[in-house]
């Protein structure tokens, strides 16, 4: 018996979501629905429902105009100096500091001049809109889809990479580390190299605590800001256990908290609950968010659940594939089988499927050891892959 306390993982299913009509994607039909409840707002700002015009819209605008570089006689550039001129009458002057709501591109001096100038800066106004979505797009992506990082340091007595599987490392509450289900497994042995016969944590060798000592150790890892002692209890409020009454909104406060301090897993709970309305009404476009931030940390999960949106959206294939790539480089099987699925449908090459197999077997070759063989042979509960 260990000393640990594994995450408690929850499942996001994705089932179905909607396409009501929308000025960007010109769709005015349902397509196969991915989300349990759909919005009951058609149009919005005249954008759907739809995730993959959500994520597309203007909202991170403000971003992308922030690192253009537009130049025109009236318009403001990161490296034009100059003296400011009203884009009405000509105006010079520091007073000139009244922008145009829309763009935050051209100045002038009052909003009499902004309103009698409407007419004629539209157009320029709706280019500046377009590029400032397209960098704002640009660079989301690349954020997006760089190279993630690990979810875990690597175990601290085997020094190998920790598996992703959750039944591969287990979370000490006595000391706060993440350590491999091999070394869990493995016997503790003394000072003198006689085997310890009380199991003791392999890392500071205190006894194995009873649950009631458990529940308390984990109350002082929150205390001490432990990011998977504050989403482990999180998990008791959503669930109602150990001793906490179901509650899930404070279950979404402690996810937040973790996730803050830098769990992954935790934002991709907090998807999950605006997936299907725990403790928060349903919101697609807030699932995405979560489910990308959880991405960008490195979390697979959240990273297969991207795929799986993007697929039944009948999203762009390559992105679709990005995701269940970079998933099954962080060793997710569920993405693996993804990607061989839509192999099997035509809609990824062999050399997708070949690309995929291999990386999967990179990752393979990180976490393998024989002493995790032997405690994933002995026990279920200790396989890692």
Not at 54 to 79: P, Q, W
Not at 126 to 145: G, Q
Not at 252 to 258: I, K, P, V
Request: with cysteine.
């Amino acid at each position: 018996m260990s000393t640990g306390v594994s995450i408690i993982m929850s499942s996001s299913v994705v089932d179905e979501v909607s396409n009501d009509a929308c000025g960007i994607c010109s769709s005015g039909s349902s397509s196969e629905q991915i989300m349990s409840t759909s919005c009951d707002k058609k149009m919005k700002d005249g954008v759907c429902g739809n995730i993959l015009c959500i994520t597309n819209t203007t909202s991170s605008i403000s971003d992308g105009i922030n690192s253009m570089n537009i130049s025109n006689d009236n318009t403001l550039t990161e490296a034009n100096d100059s003296i400011p001129v009203c884009a009405n009458c000509g105006k010079e002057g520091d007073d000139v500091n009244n922008t145009c709501n829309k763009c935050k591109m051209v100045l002038y001096c009052n909003a009499a001049c902004k309103k009698k100038h409407r007419h004629k800066h539209k157009k320029d106004c709706e280019e500046h809109l377009r590029l400032a979505a397209e960098r704002a797009a640009e660079l989301h992506d690349i954020e997006l889809f760089k190279q993630p990082p690990l979810l875990h340091e690597d175990c601290p007595i085997c020094f190998l990479r920790i598996p992703t599987l959750i039944t591969g490392w287990r979370h000490q509450t006595c000391c706060g580390k993440v350590i491999c289900s091999g070394c869990i497994y493995a016997p503790v042995y003394d000072n003198q190299g006689n085997e310890v016969d009380n199991k003791k944590c392999p890392f500071c060798r205190v006894p194995t605590p009873t649950v009631e000592e458990r529940i308390e150790l984990e109350k002082k890892r929150v205390k001490a800001g432990d990011p998977i002692a504050i989403y482990n209890t999180g998990m008791y409020y959503r669930d109602g256990t150990n001793g906490y009454q179901q509650d899930h909104t404070k279950a979404l406060e402690c996810w937040h908290r973790a996730a803050e301090l830098g769990l992954s897993e935790a934002y991709n709970n907090v998807g999950g609950a605006y997936l299907y309305g725990q403790g928060v009404e349903i919101d697609t476009k807030k699932t995405v968010y979560y489910y990308e931030l959880a991405a960008i940390m490195g979390n697979v999960s959240a990273r297969c659940n991207l795929g799986i949106i993007m697929e039944k959206c009948k999203g762009k294939m390559d992105r679709v594939l990005k995701h269940y790539a970079i998933a099954v480089e962080g060793g997710d099987t569920k993405s693996l089988d993804a990607i061989k699925e839509l192999y099997s449908k035509g809609h990824a090459s062999k050399d997708d499927y070949t690309k995929a197999l291999q990386l999967y077997q990179v990752y393979l070759g990180e976490i393998k050891s024989e002493q995790r063989d032997q405690a994933a042979a002995a026990n279920e509960d200790y396989r890692y892959y």
